[in-house]
């Protein structure tokens, strides 16, 4: 038995492939952890000519969800736009453990390897299925074996076990995997089956998005593809923070032109920043994040930046605007939110409350302004912006509220606001046992102090 697995980018580990291939076949599973075209070292990229793009795929167990592409989505020779693109991907039906997918291909092929390329910012990025094959002649062959029948019962033969999930977060990001032969072919198929499963139970989001089934012949064309895989202009380096560790990847192939200022400004604040946010924002057993990527992209819009899938998006077009300006401020808001990490509360609490948007950014927005920034003012209280001033208005305002409360209240207020948004313990009730006052009442106290200050009218 031979069994790979190479990893990209902020991947160290893909759990349950050891001993779930047959004899000589190799399993490989990489993964971008943002857009980096399907650009993989093993997996070759998506192909638009290969033996399944004329064959019929079928849903033999399970239902397609109903945001769902149709299954023929997956040999059409495309894959997604963007992390979260269920237009393009297709996925089975939310809640439900995945299902069983024949890919008849019409004849017998001599397969060479089998390809699957899947694409979201959570957890519906990884891919967890097992493969089987058939030349379809054997007495006992079942075409379309349900659930709770065992397909090598029925004329099928094991190929593969494949899962492509981290131990440590999410997996977000682009997963590309192959299943060949160590040498020679796969075996005579006219059909394969997967039998897919869901990568998490947390909620009724964990089946994969997928984009691309591709099936290689020993005989047929050498792949060709549709995918554009880009030059790829990295920079990887590692902050410490005593024995924390954190390994950055910073890809600036989609910009060229900002791969100097990120070594020169970007790398500077993420070695001195990284480290510090998790200092600031502490909860008991708690440590941030080991591997961050940030990637610049142009399919944005007016978005400058956003975090997920383990990893920050940055606008091109607006950090070349910002870059001496509001930039830097907004990666390190972007890094607050892989640092807060609050998803971990469905995993650690059993009845997780929902932390109010507001506190989400309003803490990240604190940190931005109060504490890397503050110099700017860029969240101070104006006659213009007056009107807007409620605590729960979220980002900079609420930033300004947050920032009074702790100065007037409780200089701990910011570190036991996070640490119950990541515990899933969030209650407006908290505000009074910590500060003594209701919130309402403190957000009506923070707003007349802002009105004396500027003369106005409360």
């Not at 992390?83 to 995945?98: H, T, V």
């Not at 869901?198 to 060709?224: H, K, L, Q, S």
């Not at 990295?234 to 990120?262: H, I, K």
Request: with cysteine; aromatic share 10%.
């Amino acid at each position: 038995m031979s069994v790979q697995a190479v990893f990209w980018g902020w991947s160290t580990a893909v759990a349950g492939l050891a001993a779930t291939a047959a004899a000589g076949v190799d399993v490989r599973a990489e993964a971008n952890a943002m857009d980096a075209s399907f650009a993989f070292q093993s997996v070759g990229l998506p192909a638009n000519n290969d033996a399944a793009t004329a064959a019929r795929f079928v849903l033999v167990d399970g239902a397609a969800d109903r945001a769902s592409a149709p299954p023929d989505a997956l040999h059409d020779g495309r894959v997604q736009a963007s992390e979260d693109d269920p237009s393009r991907s297709f996925f089975f039906q939310a809640g439900s453990d995945g299902g069983r997918l024949l890919i008849d291909l019409g004849r017998v092929v001599a397969v060479r390897e089998f390809r699957s390329y899947s694409w979201h910012a959570g957890a519906r990025g990884p891919q967890v299925y097992a493969l089987y094959g058939s030349d379809g002649k054997a007495l006992a062959f079942k075409p379309e074996p349900k659930r709770g029948v065992d397909p090598r019962t029925c004329g099928w033969r094991f190929v593969a076990r494949v899962d492509t999930r981290t131990r440590d977060d999410d997996g977000g990001g682009q997963h590309g995997v192959s299943v060949r032969a160590g040498s020679g072919e796969l075996g005579d198929f006219r059909y394969l089956l997967m039998d897919c499963s869901r990568t998490e139970n947390r909620d009724p989001f964990g089946n994969t998005f997928f984009g691309e089934i591709d099936v290689i012949a020993a005989d047929g064309p050498a792949p060709t593809s549709g995918v554009v895989a880009l030059p790829r202009i990295q920079e990887r380096f590692v902050a410490t923070n005593g024995t924390r560790r954190c390994a950055f990847t910073v890809d600036a192939t989609a910009a060229p032109d900002l791969a100097e200022w990120a070594a020169t400004r970007l790398k500077p604040l993420l070695l001195t920043w990284s480290g510090r946010l998790e200092e600031l924002l502490p909860s008991d057993g708690y440590h941030g994040p080991e591997r961050i990527t940030l990637c610049f992209r142009t399919d944005m819009g007016g978005t400058p930046a956003s975090a997920g899938g383990g990893g920050v998006n940055l606008n091109a077009e607006w950090f070349r605007r910002e870059r001496d300006r509001e930039a830097p401020g907004a990666v390190v808001h972007e890094l607050v939110h892989l640092v807060q990490n609050y998803g971990l509360a469905k995993r650690t609490n059993p009845k997780p409350s929902a932390t109010p948007g507001w506190v989400v950014e309003g803490i990240a927005d604190y940190v931005r302004w109060f504490l890397f920034e503050p110099e700017t003012g860029g969240a101070s209280i104006t006659p213009q912006s007056f009107a807007r001033a409620r605590y729960d208005a979220s980002y900079r305002v609420s930033a300004n509220f947050l920032d009074w409360a702790a100065r007037t209240c409780d200089k701990d207020l910011v570190r036991k606001l996070n640490a119950a948004a990541r515990e899933g313990r969030y209650s407006d009730a908290l505000w009074q046992e910590w500060t003594g006052k209701p919130l309402e009442a403190l957000g009506e106290a923070w707003r007349r102090e802002h009105a004396e200050r500027l003369g106005l009218a409360f």
